[in-house]
C-alpha cells in the first residue's frame, strides 16, 4: 500500500444505528468465539484470584 492510497481513503467519524449495534452484539453473543471465551472464565477468574498479591511488575 502506497502513502498515497493511505491518505486518499477517508474515515467516517459518524456511528451506526444503534439497530447496527445491537445486531452485531447478538451476532458475536451466538458465535463460536464468544462461547470459547465464556468458557474460558473460569480459568481467568481462578488465575487472577490466585496472582491479587504477586508483584507482577518490577
Known sequence: ???FQKT????????????HYKKAAK???ESEQYTNMID???IL???LI???NE???N
Open 1 to 3: 500500500m502506497t502513502i
Open 8 to 19: 486518499s481513503r477517508q474515515t467516517s467519524l459518524e456511528m451506526k444505528s444503534e439497530g
Open 27 to 29: 451476532t458475536y453473543k
Open 40 to 42: 474460558l472464565y473460569p
Open 45 to 47: 477468574q481462578t488465575t
Open 50 to 52: 490466585e496472582c491479587k
Open 55 to 57: 508483584n507482577l511488575v
